[in-house]
């Protein structure tokens, strides 16, 4: 009996012992891993920059706004509006009429320019009071550190659409000196982003540029081709292909440094009002289409489907601009048509597929090389009619194909476009573009697509971070 207490009371001494040290060596650690990351603070907050990327919040995306100055932004708007001088691309320039007050921050309605504002509307929403953003997916944050990403407000469609509307500037914007102002600008706004510090601790693969001008940012398209990049499609960003045989040009980003991955297409602004499906009447004609007979590249096809259309019952086809009597007759015309035609122009994509929806006219998209946006989260085949460009030069082939969808097959069309047209909305009817957005319109689902980078973005960051000092990284892309 006394060997068994013996034994129990070595045994109790034992554990005591052992959880003593235990906890002293738990303590230990903890001090030393609190020291060791309060001594190295720069090195602490780059691995929770990194860990927030890998572990952001699904609901929303925290965003940083780049301290440019405002004449980079806001302040282009309000030069563009002290100029007396109409856009000389124009008939009949609506902003330069006659001398007339405008809001404060109001974007141009110039055609040209206001189809690709989505720069303006997103810097709007990012400029809204925090307490009226309860609708935003993006999260504005005030410290660098704290953000997923980095947004540079510049207004590089405004910025490059100014320079084009000079008429004596023409010859002008693809050439690097003095009398280029668009050019000045790309260089300040690219010298000021690349030498600040969230620039250099992720290479800007984090940061977010909004290039929807397929010539905006002209001339530092490869200094920013490691960031995110907000386009129409990627029209222009092939032309290099085709225009260089060694592709070492720099004046356009390889076509091995854009990508799905990394890059989001966005949706033009839409220039014609939204119909409602309760306000949708009868439409009399079979095919729409409104626009420039002769494109360059990749719509050199537009005129020889134009020549089979033409004539063709049930079916206009019009040489048209976008000024006033432009705006009216496309509203009429499709408003009144089953089917709008949007075949490529100088890039795959135009405004004309998002008026198209907006006007309830089902999308017949002929453009083999059509990237669409917030694809994954839309599916066009929902509403739209994809025609293969052999097969839209086949004489009577288009119109046949066409004529044999049911009326029940159009309705359930134009059921779908009207659910998903708010999607496609930018405009948030607030004065200056600053103000509560839609939640289920265009900047948010922006974002998202942004959100859904997230991961790819960390690890792009990750694997440049331990590449020996002098080592290059081979662009490429793997998109398709």
């Not at 030393?32 to 952001?56: C, E, G, V, W, Y």
């Not at 947004?151 to 500037?169: G, H, I, N, R, Y």
């Not at 010859?171 to 790309?186: A, L, S, T, V």
């Amino acid at each position: 009996m006394a060997t068994m207490k013996k034994y129990h009371y070595t045994s109790n001494s034992s554990i005591c012992l052992s959880l003593t040290l235990l906890s002293i060596v738990s303590l230990s650690f903890f001090f030393f891993f609190f020291i060791t990351a309060n001594k190295n603070p720069t090195s602490s907050a780059s691995s929770d920059h990194q860990l927030r990327i890998q572990t952001s919040n699904p609901n929303s995306i925290k965003v940083y706004v780049a301290d440019l100055p405002r004449s980079y932004n806001y302040g282009l708007i309000d030069q563009y509006w002290a100029s007396t001088s109409p856009d000389s691309r124009l008939p009949s320039d609506p902003d330069h009429q006659t001398p007339h007050p405008h809001p404060p921050n109001r974007y141009p309605e110039n055609p040209l320019i206001k189809q690709y504002s989505a720069e303006y509307w997103i810097m709007g929403d990012l400029e809204t009071p925090q307490n009226l953003r309860t609708n935003s997916f993006a999260k504005r944050v005030f410290d660098a550190n704290e953000a997923d990403v980095l947004f540079v407000p510049f207004f590089a469609t405004l910025s490059a659409e100014m320079e084009l509307a000079k008429a004596k500037q023409k010859n002008m914007f693809r050439k690097k000196g003095d009398g280029n102002e668009d050019y000045k600008r790309q260089k300040e706004v690219i010298d000021f982003v690349i030498n600040s510090d969230p620039w250099k601790r992720s290479g800007g693969r984090d940061h977010v540029f909004v290039l929807t001008d397929p010539v905006a940012m002209w001339h530092v398209r490869s200094q920013i081709a490691p960031a995110i990049l907000l386009v129409v499609d990627f029209g222009g960003w092939y032309r290099l292909d085709s225009k260089s045989s060694n592709g070492n040009s720099s004046e356009m980003i390889q076509h091995t440094q854009v990508s799905l991955l990394k890059d989001v297409i966005v949706p033009y602004t839409h220039l014609l009002p939204r119909l409602y499906l309760s306000d949708n009447k009868k439409r009399r004609n079979l095919l729409y289409f409104k626009g420039a007979k002769h494109r360059h590249r990749g719509g050199v096809v537009r005129e020889k489907i134009w020549d089979l259309l033409v004539n063709k019952a049930g079916v206009i086809v019009e040489e048209g601009f976008p000024n006033a009597t432009g705006r009216e007759q496309s509203i009429k015309g499709m408003r009144s048509s089953e089917f709008c035609l949007h075949p490529a122009g100088d890039t795959p994509t135009s405004c004309r597929l998002f008026d198209a929806i907006q006007s309830l006219c089902i999308p017949v998209i002929v453009s083999d090389n059509i990237e669409l946006p917030f694809e994954g989260m839309v599916d066009y085949f929902e509403f739209s009619v994809f025609v293969a460009l052999r097969d839209a030069l086949t004489p009577n082939w288009l119109v046949r194909h066409l004529r044999s969808f049911s009326g029940e097959q159009k309705d359930k069309f134009r059921h779908r476009m009207a659910e998903i047209q708010p999607i496609f909305v930018y405009e948030n009817n607030h004065p200056g573009g600053i103000g509560p957005i839609l939640p289920d319109g265009a900047v948010n689902h922006i974002w998202k697509k942004v959100h859904q980078k997230l991961p790819m973005i960390k690890e792009a960051i990750v694997r440049a971070k331990r590449k020996p000092p002098g080592v290059s990284i081979p662009l490429r892309c793997h998109c398709t």
